[in-house]
């Protein structure tokens, strides 16, 4: 175990609604990163949060934002969620100032189903 | 957009028997992880290895990286039923903020 903590498990959402996935980090950690990974294919990076703030951004549209709260906990909301949004939606905690240069500590994940 | 490939996509082997598994990458990398995910649930960190070395180890796990031509090996030693599970590399993209990711080497191990 990781301590690291996501919620729900699993969900399923009709196409056009919004959705909002939770984090709690690891003790410790101040860093939040959020992937998305297709069924089959590898991780690919949403988002991170360092101490509250958006640190870095991967190829996703506005619709996908997320917060990070003082206890670093981090939340990911989905607005008007398309089929293509299916997937493993992954938090990962770390240390430091965004720099991942030491190991990730992974949730065990939120499978998303868009209808 | 990914970074890493690994090879073979699918690798069958029997108990005991050693696994190995490579990562091609693209860029230049500071560092390099193999994490290890069960049933497309979380990751689980393995090891990770800097650009200035070459080869490490941890239990029956020893990694390889070799800079002038991109690549990395995982070997498993002496495997076990439990090594089953797909197997990720993954490369920082020289900002440091995020992970670039393969899509995996997919491991079963027949008893």
């Known amino acids: 175990e990781t301590g690291v903590t996501q919620s729900p498990t699993h969900l399923i959402k009709t196409r056009g609604q919004q959705v909002t996935l939770r984090c709690s980090s690891q003790s410790g950690h101040n860093t939040v990163s959020w992937y998305q990974q297709a069924l089959g294919q590898g991780p690919q990076f949403i988002f991170q949060?360092?101490?509250?703030?958006e640190n870095g951004r991967g190829n996703f549209p506005p619709r996908f934002s997320g917060l990070q709260f003082p206890n670093y906990s981090s939340e990911l909301n989905v607005n008007a969620l398309e089929l293509d949004d299916s997937a493993l939606y992954l938090c990962?905690?770390?240390w430091g100032p965004g720099r991942m240069n030491t190991e990730a500590f992974f949730g065990q994940g939120t499978r998303l189903t868009v209808v | 957009s990914q970074q890493g490939e690994e090879d073979p996509q699918a690798l069958s082997i029997q108990e005991g028997e050693n696994a190995t598994m490579n990562c091609s990458y693209k860029t230049s990398i500071n560092n390099l992880q193999w994490y290890r995910q069960n049933s497309g649930r979380g990751l689980v960190h393995l090891i990770l290895i800097r650009s200035n070395e070459r080869e490490k180890h941890s239990g029956r796990l020893r990694v390889t990286l070799d800079t002038s031509k991109k690549s990395s090996s995982l070997l498993i030693t002496a495997s076990r039923a439990a090594d089953t599970a797909s197997y990720f590399c993954a490369t920082d993209d020289g900002s440091n903020y995020q992970l670039i990711w393969g899509a995996g080497t997919k491991l079963i191990i027949k008893p």
């Open positions: 949060y360092y101490r509250e703030e």
């Open positions: 990962a905690s770390s």
